[in-house]
C-alpha cells in the first residue's frame, strides 16, 4: 500500500503568485481532509470532503484558497494569489470513515510552502 | 467547535525515564482519540488509539487511558528510548473531524 500521496515536497513562491498542490489518498478511503501546520502547532483543519463532496469547508479562507476532489479520488488545493502568512506545511490526510467516525487518519508527507 | 488542549509544549527526560502528555477536550460528544507522532520533516504517524468505550489501552512501552467524565487524556511512554524523540499530537475527533493539539515536543536524553 503506497500511503496517501502529495506532491510537490517543497514549494517556494513569490507572493501574489499561485500555486497548487495535489493529493492522492488511500485506495478507497472515502474521506479527505487537508489541513495547514504551522511551525511548532498542531495541523488545523481546512477541508474536509466526503467521497466528492466538501462537507466541512468553515476553516478554508475561500477568497483566495479553493479546493476540489473530483470522481471522489484524488483533491487539488489552490491557494491565488498567496501571501506570506500562507507559508507553512499543508498535509491531506484519508480515512475510510465508520458510521461513528471514529476511525484512524492517514497523512501524506506534505508539501511545505514558503512564500517569499 | 472542538477545542484540544496539550501539555507540557516541552518534554525532556533521561533515557529509560517515563514521559506523561496530558490533554483535555472540549465537546463530550468527541468518541476517538488518537495519538500521532511526527519526526522532523516527516508526517504524522498513528502510535495508538483509543475509543470513547475504553478507559485504557496499552501496546508495549505505550499506554493512553481516557477520563471522559472529566473529559482528559493522557500518553504514557515507560523505558524511554532516544528514538522516541518526536513531537507527540494527541487529537479528539467528533463527527469525523479530527482537532489536534498543539504538541509536545519529547526530547530523550542518552
Known amino acids: 500500500e503506497a500511503g496517501v500521496v502529495q506532491s510537490p515536497r517543497y514549494k517556494i513562491i513569490e507572493k501574489k503568485q499561485p500555486v497548487a498542490f495535489w493529493c492522492n489518498p488511500i485506495?478507497?478511503?472515502?474521506?479527505l481532509y487537508w489541513y495547514r501546520q504551522n511551525l511548532g502547532q498542531g495541523p488545523e483543519l481546512l477541508i474536509r470532503y466526503e467521497n466528492e463532496e466538501a462537507v466541512d469547508d468553515s476553516q478554508l479562507p475561500k477568497d483566495r484558497f479553493s479546493a476540489e476532489r473530483l470522481k471522489g479520488v484524488d483533491s487539488t488545493l489552490k491557494i491565488q494569489p498567496a501571501e506570506l502568512g500562507d507559508s507553512a506545511v499543508y498535509l491531506c490526510?484519508?480515512?475510510?470513515?465508520?458510521?461513528?467516525?471514529?476511525?484512524?487518519?492517514?497523512f501524506g508527507q506534505g508539501t511545505r510552502l514558503t512564500v517569499v | 467547535g472542538e477545542n484540544v488542549e496539550q501539555h507540557p509544549s516541552t518534554l525532556s527526560v533521561q533515557e529509560g525515564d517515563s514521559a506523561v502528555i496530558k490533554c483535555t477536550y472540549s465537546d463530550s460528544a468527541s468518541n476517538y482519540f488518537p495519538w500521532y507522532k511526527q519526526e522532523l520533516g516527516k508526517r504524522p504517524q498513528l502510535i495508538i488509539d483509543i475509543r470513547s468505550n475504553v478507559g485504557e489501552k496499552k501496546d508495549q512501552r505505550i499506554a493512553v487511558t481516557l477520563n471522559k467524565t472529566a473529559k482528559h487524556f493522557s500518553l504514557h511512554i515507560t523505558e524511554t528510548q532516544p528514538e522516541d524523540s518526536a513531537v507527540y499530537f494527541c487529537a479528539a475527533k467528533r463527527s469525523y473531524i479530527p482537532t489536534f493539539g498543539r504538541g509536545t515536543s519529547l526530547i530523550v536524553h542518552p
Open positions: 490526510a484519508s480515512s475510510l470513515e465508520a458510521p461513528k467516525g471514529n476511525t484512524e487518519a492517514f
Open positions: 485506495s478507497g478511503h472515502n474521506t
